[in-house]
């Protein structure tokens, strides 16, 4: 599986869709940053700034995830390395289980920017407001306004950055599944992928108040109480958020390896 | 030498009412040069994936190196192979691309990349990305890709499509050469027959998913031998003529009392002069013998046997 990873990285270092995403992400995050501040100092006033509502990471960062499973699991098909891969030394499941820690890994790079803001940002220039819900990083942003910058906040949105990674790579569970179902068709997967994250993120916010509805996304990855973990989330829901990203992340590895398993490879 | 690496039994292969396999059962033996010839449809690349894990049998089983069941995906490292397209990146390099590979098998040692190019005839191509490369080129690095691991088992599904005339010589020679300093095994599939007929040591013949012949180049070669037929009551004075005055003891008299006359087959108006001025009586006197093509079509159903000529 190591071997796998490793060949992987060395394709993606080499890709220049990587990066431009990258720089996608950063300009973004960016830009969010800039925007929450300016809201707060007054420059800016809300109206204008929720033209950039699409900037935040909960849009972003889902468009890239499905980027990132388009290109790394159906490109793959497309260019054959997927049966290169399978002819040499690797069962169908190690196979499922190095791209789901790959993509893992890409949507932490990807959320590096995000993360960046958050963590140094309250160091460099005080005030933030969180204009747009939903998102945690503008959350951190907020809270880093009426808290003291110390080593415990910069620790705790470290420890937030990574559980958001964990989130998102949970969230794109499905996609990754697809990209095995439909193969090599990326644009199908990206497209389809984003569609219906899209949805699931607007149907959980059009049940959110029924409180059935609240209990059952309180144990997935799509409740929107995971995107206003902040400085005042208790290590308790830092913990239990973590462990249903894990067994969101485990289920869609192991539905993707079932519907891979006896799967034609073209 | 020697030695059954790949088995197939009863192997069916159905995708909903279609049945693409049906019943094949091959069985691969060590060092020796495949050549699986079919038409387009027959089923080649299919039985190919199976034997690599790429499809899974309807029915059958597969034995692998000696191993079945989930114990054969271990033994297909040691299968190289070339299915259809090569599995490349195309903004990489030649050599960026055995590299990949090379990490994704877990392969030690970089010089190996080198001697791969070299022995492909790539070396050459530098920093050109393999976007760039012509359809022979990249042939020819899934060649070297398929050779990366060093395998025992070489599978190779039209490995010649789009080579040029050099490239193609140069292909089949690799092929052979793998085989005869390398004692590997290559199963080859091909349209072109004479090509195959350059390399191959046996040939299996499918058609709409059956294996209709295993043939080793031997007995092939004595299929599709040219002779000239003749017939006579005077076998004995025909086959004194044939040494005495004509020079060759290159016939064989068949059961039937017809002689099979090997030699002289581009002088059959000479054979015949001579017969007649030493007062052979002839009743029948024809060019007999299959082309490569012809015999492939009568194995597979669509023609005749031998054909007069």
Known sequence: MINLIKADFYKINRSAIYRVLFIISAICAITTTVVSHNVYSGNMDTATAASTAMLTDVVILNLINCVLAGQLICGDFENKLIQSALTGTSGRFTLVCSKMAVYTALIGIMSVPYALCAIICPALCSGYCAPFSASAYLKMLFDSTTADFSMNMILKYTAISVIMVLVYAAQSGFVFLMGFIIKNKPLIVTALGFVINTIIGMGSSLIAGNSAADKVLEWTPYGLDIYSMGNDTGTFTLIKVSLICIVFIALFTGLSYAAFRNAEIK | ?309
């Open chain 2, 1 to 309: 030498m020697g030695g059954t690496i790949v088995k197939t039994e009863g192997i069916t292969k159905k995708y909903g009412r279609a049945t693409v396999l049906n019943n094949v059962s091959i069985t691969l033996e060590r060092g020796r040069i495949y050549g699986l010839i079919g038409v387009n449809g027959a089923g080649k690349t299919t039985l190919m994936r199976q034997i690599l894990g790429l499809s899974v049998p309807t029915s059958g089983d597969i034995e692998i190196f000696g191993k079945r069941g989930g114990q054969i995906s271990d033994e297909r490292s040691r299968i190289g192979c070339l299915i259809e397209a090569p599995g490349l990146v195309l903004n990489l390099t030649a050599k960026q691309n055995l590299h990949l590979h090379r990490i994704m098998h877990g392969i030690a040692g970089g010089d190996i990349e080198d001697r791969l190019l070299e022995t492909v005839g790539l070396s050459n191509t530098g920093k050109k990305k393999a976007k760039n490369f012509s359809l022979g080129m990249k042939q020819r690095l899934g060649v070297a890709i398929a050779l990366l691991t060093n395998p025992e088992l070489v599978i190779l599904d039209e490995p010649i499509n789009g080579l040029d005339p050099i490239g193609v010589v140069e292909i089949r020679e690799l092929i052979k050469r793998l085989c005869h300093e390398h004692g590997m095994t290559i199963l080859i599939s091909s349209h072109n027959l004479p090509e195959l007929y350059q390399c191959a040591t046996d040939y299996i013949i499918i058609d709409r998913g059956e294996i209709k012949q295993e043939i080793s180049l031997e007995e092939l070669e004595e299929k599709c031998r040219h002779y000239l037929l003749i017939e006579t009551d005077d076998r004995e004075k025909l086959a004194t003529v044939l040494e005495s005055e004509l020079g060759t003891t290159n016939f064989k008299v068949m059961p039937d009392g017809s002689v099979q006359l090997y030699d002289l087959t581009d002088e059959r108006d000479r054979v015949a002069d001579v017969l007649f001025e030493n007062g052979v009586r002839t009743k029948g006197f024809s060019l007999m013998g299959e082309t490569l093509e012809n015999y492939f079509i009568s194995a597979i159903g669509g023609g005749s046997g031998n054909n007069a000529k």
